[in-house]
């Protein structure tokens, strides 16, 4: 299982799904990772403050980025 610091390495600047960073993990090597687990380590990481949800124009789903301090 990655930590979260993992989790973070993977967002892109501009915003990530939760589908393409568990896609990028399984690449890494991480077995079993689904773009659901990943959406709740997201939800986690959103209330300490650590990402924030961002919308993209060209993509549907809702995305989260780091958070910019």
Do not use: F, H
């Amino acid at each position: 299982m990655p930590d979260d610091n993992e989790i973070l390495a993977r967002l892109s600047a501009t915003g990530s799904t939760p589908d393409s960073v568990a896609n990028l993990l399984r690449c890494a090597g991480y077995k079993g990772m689904t773009g659901i687990a990943i959406r709740r380590r997201l939800q986690k990481l959103e209330k300490e403050k650590a990402v924030q949800r961002v919308r993209r124009p060209d993509i549907k789903k809702i995305c989260w980025a780091p958070s910019t301090k």
